[in-house]
């Protein structure tokens, strides 16, 4: 992509109305702009790191054996009536009538429809068990919208829904997405842990917000500090195999949310050298909430004995466009974002210093077509612009590679490579510097 031709409204200024860094951020790096109060367009680059999570997420949620759909965001109000909620759903439910005055709402969320889906088209048990989500846009007309992307009133949703015969299959598939959601996270180049959450009117142990640790957080945490260096599960795990080991691994060591946090349990499990108290952001949330659907309405499945009971369900949430503003609350600093590799939205910023120079041109041209062959998506700053607002640039929009091209370093058939992450500079051949990125690229690949 060439910056000349791009869509990149950078800006120096600190917005007014953003409190906190990643909100700050992503208005000053061009990624999203505020069209009415928590509602946001999605630019160029903020679409290409949106776009990067929600792979991630439907890659990790396939290789778990989840199947994807894709509902709409208008739902028939009589829908809700069915399960009760239409009434209960509060003031965050956007309501709308059509010409014909039928009454609608923009989904906040898919229990009900779902549930609708699955009963009509599944019927005995030899379907099950079954895992279904979708990424879609949801509406919540939240009473205070706010720091950007974490909280707004569109955002982008992962939902998932699993339905099992009985309560020993609805722990296997919450098991599941509890692995699923340890993998997805990580791969992404975060640390979101598992925590204790309050399970409503159906109890049990099943419930657990997956929560980013970040000072600028809506919710006080209190963690147990081994949780932060926990592995999580290679490639190869097995899904239908044993999880029990993989899930009391990340569930048995403290970390709870202020909501159900015990202090002297924390106290008495977690020695004071390991107490953290700190706050952080809700990236997911899962849940076993068993026949709270499939009972008022009437979602049966036949079993092997032939007799027809309510199915077991549970559904499973990620914010995937609150994601970027976690990532970017986990890595930045003064200068901008630190993307991480893989959500980065070009892996390879390449910036021409002396743009109109022959000879500066021509090796810019070559390496930009060279590491588009390779598969590396590369942003190409040829604009006629000074060094510094081109470093400044770079640096503000957090691309892991700055490939750096001028005059001096060319003549001696060098280039300067830069890491972001580090601040790391070195000149090298430029055969040297293809080879390093594309070596970076390949076991970021892996
Ligand atoms: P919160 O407690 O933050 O209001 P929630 O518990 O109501 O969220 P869920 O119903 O669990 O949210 O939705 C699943 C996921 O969707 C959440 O874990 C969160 O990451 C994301 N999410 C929820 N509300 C918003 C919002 N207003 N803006 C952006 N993402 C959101
Ligand atoms: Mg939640």
Redesign the pocket.
């Known amino acids: 992509m060439r910056l000349s031709r791009y869509l990149l409204p950078t800006s120096k200024d600190n917005p007014a109305e953003a409190q906190i860094a990643s909100h700050r951020l992503m208005l000053r790096a061009g990624l999203i702009r505020q069209e009415a109060a928590?509602i946001y367009a999605w630019l160029p680059l903020g679409l290409r790191v949106l776009r990067k999570v929600e792979a991630i997420v439907r890659d990790e949620l396939h290789r778990a054996g989840a199947v994807e759909l894709l509902m709409p965001t208008l739902q028939l109000a009589d829908l809700w009536r069915e399960s009760g909620r239409y009434d209960a759903y509060g003031p965050e439910m956007l309501r709308i009538r059509d010409r014909h005055e039928r009454e609608l709402l923009y989904g906040p969320?898919n229990e009900e429809m779902i549930h609708e889906i699955f009963r009509s088209t599944v019927r005995s048990y030899r379907d099950l068990p079954m895992n279904l989500f979708q990424v879609q846009w949801?509406f919540?007309d939240?009473q205070r919208?706010r720091f950007g992307?974490?909280?707004?009133?569109e955002?982008l949703?992962k939902?998932g829904y699993s339905f099992d015969l009985d309560e020993a299959g609805a722990r296997k598939s919450y098991q599941q997405m509890f692995v699923a959601y340890l993998r997805m996270f990580r791969r992404m180049g975060i640390t979101a842990i598992p925590m204790r959450a309050e399970t409503g009117p159906i109890g049990g142990d099943l419930s657990h917000?997956?929560i980013v640790l970040a000072e600028t957080g809506?919710s006080a945490v209190y963690v147990d500090r081994d949780m932060l260096s926990l592995d999580v599960p290679g490639d190869d795990i097995d899904y239908r195999g044993d999880l029990d080991a993989w899930v009391d691994a990340w569930s048995v060591p403290y970390a709870a949310t202020e909501d159900v946090h015990e202090a002297a349990r924390f106290e008495r499990e977690v020695p004071p050298e390991r107490r953290v108290r700190t706050r952080g952001i809700?990236?997911?949330?899962i849940?076993y909430y068993g026949a709270k659907y499939a009972t008022p309405m009437r979602v049966l499945v036949t079993g092997a004995d032939g007799i027809e009971r309510p199915i077991h369900g549970g559904c499973y949430?990620?914010?995937v466009?609150?994601?970027l503003g976690a990532i970017i609350e986990a890595g930045h600093d003064e200068r901008g974002i630190v993307w991480p590799d893989a959500v980065a939205p070009f892996q390879v910023g390449l910036v021409n210093l002396q743009q109109g120079d022959e000879q500066v041109d021509l090796a810019c041209e070559a390496l930009y077509k060279e590491l588009q062959r390779a598969g590396i998506d590369v942003l190409y700053d040829d604009r006629d612009e000074r060094a510094g607002g081109k470093f400044a640039t770079m640096d503000l929009i957090g691309l892991p590679w700055q490939l750096v091209v001028g005059p001096r370093d060319l003549k001696q058939g060098m280039v300067e490579l830069k890491r972001r992450a580090t601040g790391e500079r070195e000149t090298l051949l430029i055969d040297t510097a293809l080879a390093k990125l594309l070596k970076d690229a390949h076991r970021a690949s892996i």
């Not at 992307?149 to 009133?153: D, I, K, Q, S, Y």
């Not at 809700?282 to 949330?285: A, M």
């Open positions: 928590g969320t949801k919540r939240e919208p992307v974490l909280r707004g009133r955002f949703m939902d917000e997956f809506e809700e990236v997911g949330q849940f949430g990620v914010g466009s609150r994601l």
